[in-house]
């Protein structure tokens, strides 16, 4: 794993770029520079309860709101993921400036990181038909339309395999961590905002205009032009 220390908005970008050969990048924001690249499932202590038991229960009591059921265990995953049930699978995107916001905008004092990610396994078709469950390396897993967040953020997951939970234990794993000081948060937040990655875009809903028109107002900012 290589590590890279960012000056400022603009030296990410210049970082990204440069690494711009890289095929099928990932990207992925964190908060708090300690955080793990780990599934939610590896990070939450569960007891007795094993993750199949977890999953199921999320199937049977899930079928009463969804209108349209998913089509195999793939998909239930996925749109448990979206959810927040803990999962074996890891969100990503494949767009920098989203990754950069959700790395920006909490924990104003902490320092955060953006990765960026190269997977050397991604799983075909053929491969999807089996089950999710007896996957033992981490995988990229292009996801189906579970909802239009997932559009917007330009959204991937890795899956994880059981002997292989953090992303970094991996052997083969391409991998670099762009080091973002707590002190450049609000920089990152405004300059993202310019380039029209706000909470409204990433979040294409009542909650994410919501969210949005707060933080133009705790800015002071005129609303009607930082919406649009």
């Known amino acids: 794993m290589k590590t890279i220390e960012i000056k400022d908005f603009t030296h990410f970008l210049e970082e990204v770029r440069s690494h711009s050969t890289w095929t099928w990048s990932l990207f992925r924001g964190q908060a708090d520079l300690e955080w793990s690249l780990k599934p939610k499932l590896a990070r939450t202590a569960f007891g007795s309860r094993s993750e199949r038991e977890l999953f199921d229960a999320w199937k049977r009591r899930a079928r009463e709101f969804v209108p349209l059921l998913p089509a195999n265990d793939w998909e239930w995953l996925m749109l448990a993921q979206h959810h927040g049930l803990p999962t074996r699978l890891l969100d990503w995107t494949q767009n920098p400036l989203v990754a950069g916001f959700f790395a920006c905008k909490d924990h104003p004092t902490k320092d955060a990181a953006i990765w960026m990610h190269r997977p050397q396994k991604i799983l075909s078709p ?53 080091q973002i000081d707590s002190k450049l948060k609000t920089q990152f937040m405004d300059e993202l905002s310019f380039l029209g990655v706000n909470y409204a875009k990433v979040f294409p809903d009542l909650d994410g205009l919501a969210r949005q028109l707060t933080w133009v107002c705790e800015r002071g900012d005129d609303l009607e032009r930082e919406i649009t």
């Open 126 to 178: 053929k491969a999807i038909e089996k089950n999710p469950f007896e996957i033992s390396e981490v995988c990229l897993l292009r996801p189906s339309s579970v909802s239009p967040r997932v559009a917007s953020q330009s959204g991937m997951f890795t899956v994880h395999g059981q002997r292989c939970w953090d992303l970094l234990d991996s052997t083969k794993s391409e991998t670099i961590k762009y």
